[in-house]
């Protein structure tokens, strides 16, 4: 390997103008009431996985966000219940056309903060400049698709149904306060995907950003603050056990929306007083497979294999994190997967076409090469090893393919969530079938062959261990009107634009006998529009 392929950490002075920020970030912005307000207390560093020279040293230090404490976060959740005030409050009761005009406002002040944004989620987390773009706009049209998925939501409940003589009016309403808590992989587009459909259906929101990525918030605190009423949208930061352990113990949180690991995922739920009152829609681990079967398209495999896995190097929820491969083509597999590695560009976000950037966890690297440590202890080999597989400099890593991986292997059990290959080689079908049974994980799967018999069998016993099985391609999430979920420990609820919307509300229906006296009162609420709830208007 050209050691040089891993030196890419710049001169400060020599970063296109476009994508240097001003340095030091900081923020002492947080939005509760409705208001801005300022913080004067403790502060936490960010470190930018991009480090830059600065004289004769590198630092990578670009800023601070506030360090709440337990006060301040139940100041921004007292907010959140009382503008929800039992669902009287301004927003829950305002009726969904308003509300969608409020989304709509937020949505044009969001476009003019598109380079902000997206220049911050490359400083901080180290996504591509393609990408990071991908993930604004994404997240831009996943908030017009909620729109056009509510309107067609209050369409089909503009009517009243007669049933064995009870004429009734069936809606869904909002639950009441929603904490959203969103990765740092997806810090934008998934923190999005659940705050949105939440407050399209009339929940108040109090919302954390996830510990790396948390400046790209800033540029839209004011966009918050516009679009919506006094308290409907509220910021916390800080430390977990600081702000959102005394929020969840208060008992005061309806819905838990949360995308990371299990084992938090868990703590926070029994943190709440009253679980059965508690809602959780829940984005968890994955340790994806994909299975390449003897007569694979191999070049289209391979292509899929890199993309798959190592998108984002890897850092994807739905990242394919284990290959079983048929032994009848292993060497071959390998061969082409080290070759398709090895073209992948390294270098910074914005650099053109690159694939493998800066890892922004603290300690990654460092994690990376223990389990490659403990792979090779039990017998694999770093395959790629001459192509530079496992080097490092500093938060860069060049993507390490392990073979053969076996049970007794860290890799073959831990989700890595970063550039990591582990494969192994199979015989029978069954072998990769008994690890996925045996797994904690069971969101996709991604199976590479053309037999038509033998993929229809794979496909008919993987449906029930998986939530998506996905044929001679890479697994993923999008398009985001799909379902969205997994079983096991991967997940709790279904995310897609529609089913978001269900998610965050409950079916609520108003009931009468259908005598003359509570006809004559329905059509009057109805027809002199008395009621937000009963109602036939439609929204075009
Ligand atoms: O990290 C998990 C994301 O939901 C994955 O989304 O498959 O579109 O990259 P993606």
């Given at each position: 390997?050209?050691?040089?392929?891993?030196?890419?950490?710049?001169?400060?002075?020599d970063?296109?103008?476009?994508?240097?920020?001003?340095?030091?970030?900081?923020?002492?912005?947080?939005?509760?009431?409705?208001?801005?307000?300022?913080?004067?207390?403790?502060?936490?560093?960010?470190?930018?996985?991009?480090?830059?020279?600065?004289?004769?040293?590198?630092?990578?230090?670009?800023?601070s966000y506030?360090?709440?404490?337990?006060?301040?976060?139940?100041?921004?959740l007292?907010?959140?219940?009382?503008a929800?005030?039992?669902?009287?409050?301004?927003?829950?009761?305002?009726?969904?056309?308003?509300?969608i005009?409020?989304?709509?406002?937020?949505v044009v002040?969001m476009?003019e903060?598109?380079?902000?944004?997206?220049?911050l989620?490359?400083?901080?987390?180290?996504k591509?400049?393609?990408?990071s773009?991908?993930?604004?706009?994404?997240?831009?049209d996943?908030?017009?698709?909620?729109?056009?998925?509510?309107?067609?939501?209050?369409?089909?409940?503009?009517?009243?149904?007669?049933?064995?003589?009870?004429?009734?009016?069936?809606?869904?309403?909002?639950?009441g306060?929603?904490?959203?808590?969103?990765?740092?992989?997806?810090?934008l587009?998934e923190?999005?995907?659940?705050?949105?459909?939440?407050l399209?259906?009339?929940?108040?929101?109090?919302?954390?950003?996830?510990?790396?990525?948390?400046?790209?918030?800033?540029?839209?605190?004011?966009?918050?603050?516009?679009?919506?009423?006094a308290?409907?949208?509220?910021?916390?930061?800080?430390?977990?056990?600081?702000?959102?352990?005394p929020?969840m113990?208060?008992g005061?949180?309806?819905?838990?929306?949360?995308?990371?690991?299990?084992?938090?995922?868990?703590?926070?739920?029994?943190?709440?007083p009253?679980?059965?009152?508690?809602?959780?829609?829940?984005?968890?681990?994955?340790k994806?497979?994909?299975?390449?079967l003897?007569?694979?398209?191999?070049?289209e495999t391979?292509?899929e294999?890199?993309?798959?896995?190592?998108?984002?190097?890897?850092?994807?929820?739905?990242?394919?994190?284990?290959?079983?491969?048929?032994?009848?083509?292993?060497?071959?597999?390998?061969?082409?997967?080290?070759?398709?590695?090895?073209?992948?560009?390294?270098g910074?976000?914005?650099?053109?076409?690159?694939?493998?950037?800066?890892?922004?966890?603290?300690?990654?690297v460092?994690?990376?090469?223990?389990?490659?440590?403990?792979?090779?202890?039990?017998?694999?080999?770093?395959?790629?090893?001459?192509?530079?597989?496992?080097?490092?400099?500093?938060?860069?890593?060049?993507?390490?393919?392990?073979?053969?991986v076996?049970?007794n292997?860290?890799?073959?059990?831990?989700?890595?969530f970063?550039?990591?290959?582990?494969?192994?080689?199979?015989?029978?079908?069954?072998?990769?079938?008994?690890?996925?049974?045996?797994?904690?994980?069971?969101?996709?799967?991604?199976?590479?062959?053309?037999?038509?018999?033998?993929?229809?069998e794979?496909?008919?016993?993987?449906?029930?261990?998986?939530?998506?099985?996905?044929?001679?391609c890479?697994?993923?999430?999008?398009?985001?009107?799909?379902?969205?979920?997994?079983?096991k420990?991967?997940?709790?609820?279904?995310?897609?634009?529609?089913?978001?919307?269900?998610?965050?509300?409950?079916?609520?229906l108003?009931?009468?006998?259908?005598?003359?006296?509570?006809?004559?009162?329905?059509?009057?609420?109805?027809?002199?529009?008395?009621?937000?709830?009963?109602?036939?208007?439609?929204?075009?």
């Open positions: 390997m050209k050691e040089e392929r891993l030196n890419i950490f710049p001169s400060f002075t970063i296109p103008s476009e994508y240097k920020i001003e340095l030091p970030i900081e923020q002492t912005e947080y939005l509760i009431n409705g208001e801005i307000r300022v913080w004067n207390g403790d502060k936490r560093k960010v470190y930018s996985p991009i480090y830059f020279k600065e004289g004769n040293s590198f630092s990578n230090y670009i800023g506030p360090m709440m404490d337990e006060a301040t976060a139940i100041d921004a007292n907010s959140a219940v009382q929800f005030n039992h669902g009287k409050g301004e927003w829950p009761a305002m009726g969904v056309q308003k509300r005009e409020c989304l709509k406002h937020f002040l476009r903060k598109r380079s902000e944004v997206v220049n989620l490359m400083w901080e987390i180290g591509s400049l393609g990408d773009q991908k993930e604004f706009d994404r997240t831009v996943y908030i017009i698709d909620t729109i056009e998925a509510m309107k067609n939501l209050d369409r089909s409940s503009s009517r009243f149904v007669i049933e064995s003589g009870v004429i009734a009016q069936i809606r869904r309403a909002p639950l306060v929603a904490l959203c808590m969103g990765p740092y992989n997806y810090p587009n923190t999005f995907a659940t705050l949105i459909p939440a399209i259906m009339g929940n108040t929101v109090v919302f954390k950003p996830s510990k790396l990525g948390v400046l790209l918030n800033r540029p839209l605190l004011e966009a918050f603050k516009q679009a919506f009423p308290g409907v949208v509220n910021t916390v930061y800080g430390k977990g056990n600081n702000v959102i352990t929020i113990e208060s005061k949180v309806d819905v838990l929306a949360f995308i990371g690991s299990s084992k938090i995922a868990d703590q926070l739920k029994k943190q709440h009253k679980p059965h009152r508690l809602r959780s829609v829940l984005g968890l681990e994955a994806n497979p994909a299975i390449v003897p007569d694979a398209d191999l070049d391979v292509k294999c890199v993309l798959g896995s190592l998108s984002f190097n890897g850092q994807r929820c739905t990242a394919l994190k284990i290959m079983f491969v048929h032994n009848s083509i292993i060497d071959k597999f390998l061969e082409k997967l080290s070759a398709g590695i090895d073209a992948l560009k390294l910074l976000p914005w650099d053109d076409k690159v694939n493998i950037t800066p890892l922004p966890e603290p300690g990654k460092e994690y990376l090469n223990e389990l490659i440590d403990d792979a090779q202890k039990h017998g694999a080999n770093l395959i790629n090893k001459s192509f530079g597989g496992g080097k490092s400099n500093k938060t860069l890593f060049y993507p390490g393919v392990l073979y053969p076996n049970s292997m860290r890799v073959y059990h831990e989700e890595q970063g550039p990591i290959i582990p494969v192994i080689g199979f015989d029978n079908i069954d072998e990769p079938m008994q690890y996925i049974i045996e797994s904690n994980y069971g969101q996709q799967a991604a199976i590479f062959g053309s037999d038509q018999s033998q993929m229809a794979l496909i008919d016993t993987l449906v029930n261990q998986v939530c998506r099985v996905n044929i001679n890479q697994c993923q999430r999008g398009p985001d009107v799909l379902p969205f979920t997994g079983r420990d991967s997940a709790e609820g279904t995310l897609s634009v529609s089913d978001a919307l269900r998610v965050f509300s409950i079916r609520t108003v009931a009468a006998k259908g005598t003359d006296a509570n006809k004559e009162m329905l059509s009057g609420i109805v027809r002199d529009n008395k009621s937000t709830f009963l109602s036939t208007d439609f929204i075009f």
